[in-house]
């Protein structure tokens, strides 16, 4: 696994999201296309908590310590525990970049890490680090996408979905 290469798309990604967060302002940031789906904020909100309670915590045990259990992590309860929605925007965004600085300096810093090591998550799966490494790649893109459809599912709220529909079906 070329480290350099990982790293470098985990710094694309991290912009690529911090491009789909800016230029909203605070309405928009908390907006929720539906009772039961995540806005923006609380999409970057998740972002920031998977980066360090998830992904880096967990990716560690696996390549350093594989027989230790991971601790429990609850990311839909967070949503409304952690107050996601009620938080500051902009320090929510630069949350997230910081805690992905710390990432991406992290495992720039691991000297011959293997990534064959395993372990059995909770859910009883054996999970390699170089699969917990592509799943976190994998998981920013999925929020990608998912914060594309919040602002194309935005645009439709306020024009109406006849005003959209030449742009092509979602």
Not at 12 to 34: I, K, Q, S, T
Not at 61 to 66: A, F, K, R
Request: glycine fraction near 4%; hydrophobic fraction near 40%.
């Amino acid at each position: 696994m070329d480290m350099q290469v990982v790293t470098d798309r985990m710094r694309h990604n991290a912009e690529a999201l911090a491009a789909l967060f800016a230029g909203v302002d605070d309405e928009f940031a908390r907006w929720r296309p539906a009772p039961d789906e995540w806005s923006l904020l609380e999409v970057m909100g998740h972002l920031y908590d998977e980066e360090r309670d998830d992904f880096r915590t967990r990716l560690d045990i696996l390549l350093h310590t594989p027989e230790k259990p991971w601790p429990p992590i609850d990311p839909p309860g967070w949503v409304t525990e952690r107050r996601y929605n009620v938080r500051d925007p902009q320090k929510a965004l630069q949350d997230f970049l910081d805690e992905r600085d710390k990432s991406i300096a992290w495992l720039r810093s691991l000297e011959s890490p293997d990534w064959s090591s395993e372990a059995t998550s909770p859910w009883g799966r054996t999970m390699t680090a170089g699969q917990m490494l592509r799943c976190w790649l994998a998981h920013d893109l999925l929020h990608v996408r998912q914060m594309a459809e919040i602002h194309h599912r935005r645009l439709e709220a306020i024009e109406g979905t006849a005003a959209v529909e030449y742009a092509g079906g979602w």
